[in-house]
């Protein structure tokens, strides 16, 4: 679709994809990027396969046109719903020399190696735990592990109106630890398998029994991302080098500036864009 070098897009709902982000540009500051976030049409979560699909692959067009060879979907629910389908039925007819790439295989590949008991939990949204991508996908590379999964529709919208610091978000944080444990008191490790729940990091940890530990996805993501770009040279080229990030968004930019921050850990200015 475009030859010319340009920024490695990322791509979320909403601030979600931030957390990844942010990761992600410590660890390879040398390259641009370009990030949106769907925040008109958040949350994804609830939604039907067919339309995160759709709205998914609206916006991966877009970062297309803004020359992004390399696109990452930092967003649990559209990897789990959509990515199969952009990479094997999209890419092939109508960008077949661009990649996008999604956060749950990376993160499958290593949290079998994090649990001594072998019992994971994954806590992510209805639409993730509904489409088992986590549970296919670690029994891949971790056949032994059992995987427990929890959906936790609250905590989304809760993060995305600033409520997640507030008194109510006890309640929604308690009821989802304690559903998640009462399936197997064995698990030890649990993925934040929602790019917008490491904003609760801390109420989620202290909610769960102590010898749990929690696993943010952002730092396994970047790490991915770049052996991803060692691995092939011929994408990695192809993304630019300025150490620039642009940021926009569906709805409202002075909104999305006010909110990104929590999400990014430094302000940023963001740009209005329409979709579809
Ligand atoms: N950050 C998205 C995820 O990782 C949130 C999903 C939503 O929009 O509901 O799943």
Redesign the pocket.
């Known amino acids: 679709m475009q030859t010319e070098n340009g920024p490695i897009g990322v791509f979320?709902?909403?601030?979600?994809?931030l957390t990844v982000l942010k990761e992600i540009t410590a660890l390879l500051p040398q390259y641009d990027y370009i990030y949106l976030g769907?925040n008109a049409r958040?949350?994804?979560?609830?939604?039907s396969f067919e339309t995160v699909y759709h709205y998914t692959w609206q916006c991966v067009e877009w970062f297309f046109k803004q020359g992004c060879s390399l696109v990452i979907v930092?967003?649990?629910?559209?990897?789990?719903k959509a990515l199969r389908t952009i990479q094997q039925k999209n890419l092939p007819f109508m960008a077949p020399n661009n990649r996008v790439l999604g956060?749950i295989r990376p993160s499958a590949e290593v949290i079998g190696t994090m649990s001594k008991t072998g019992h994971i939990g994954i806590m992510?949204?209805?639409?993730?735990v509904n489409s088992n991508s986590y549970l296919l996908e670690i029994q891949k590379f971790f056949p032994e592990v059992q995987v427990w999964q929890q959906a936790c529709p609250m905590w989304?919208?809760l993060i995305?109106n600033n409520e997640h610091t507030q008194l109510g978000a006890d309640y929604f944080v308690a009821k989802y630890t304690q559903q998640l444990m009462a399936q197997n008191s064995a698990i030890d490790t649990v993925l934040l398998?929602?790019?917008?729940?490491p904003l609760m990091y801390n109420k989620i940890k202290a909610a769960l029994p102590a010898q749990v530990q929690l696993i943010m996805q952002g730092g396994i993501v970047a790490k991915s991302l770049k052996n991803y770009l060692l691995r092939h040279p011929e994408i990695a080229q192809k993304c630019s080098k300025n150490s620039s990030a642009l940021f926009f968004t569906t709805d409202d930019s002075a909104i999305f500036e006010q909110q990104a921050s929590l999400f990014y850990g430094s302000n940023i200015q963001a740009q209005q864009i329409e979709i579809g």
């Open positions: 979320d709902s909403g601030y979600g994809g769907d958040t949350p994804y979560g609830s939604r930092a967003c649990n629910t559209a990897s789990a956060v992510g949204t209805q639409g993730t989304v919208p995305e398998a929602c790019t917008h729940y």
